[in-house]
């Protein structure tokens, strides 16, 4: 099982910049497959970014495609999210999740294909 804490969100401008980081436990954090995930008030939660725990492939939304990088640094047990040219309607709290062990699927937009989460980090942009 890991735990995951989620850190770096706050107010920013619009076009402005933040990167999130998400710090897990335990020391086998290079077996999971990482994602970010979304979610604006009143509205469901959202796929943003994925990568892979081998070979660091990635997957993004097309809402965050060619804005925000997502990689990991397994040294330091934290994936980051890199978020560049940021919009109002980015505004939402950040989620960090975790796959199970060894993951072979596809990367994945699905929310129940994370079975571990963090609380949540604040993002407001402001215009």
């Known amino acids: 099982q890991v735990q995951l804490v989620e850190s770096g969100g706050g107010l920013v401008q619009d076009g402005g910049s933040l990167t999130l980081s998400c710090t897990a436990s335990?020391?086998?954090?290079?077996?999971?497959?990482m994602g970010w995930f979304r979610q604006a008030p009143g509205k469901e939660r959202e796929f943003v970014a994925a990568i892979r725990w081998i070979g660091d492939s990635t997957y993004y939304a097309d809402a965050v495609k060619g804005r925000f990088t997502i990689s990991r640094d397994n040294a330091k047990n934290t994936v980051y999210l890199q978020m560049n040219s940021l919009k109002p309607e980015d505004t939402a709290v950040y989620y960090c999740a975790a796959t199970g062990k060894y993951y072979s699927g596809s990367l994945t937009s699905l929310g129940n294909s994370y079975p571990y989460w963090g609380q949540g980090t604040q993002v407001t942009v402001s215009s």
């Open positions: 335990g020391r086998t954090f290079s077996s999971y497959t």
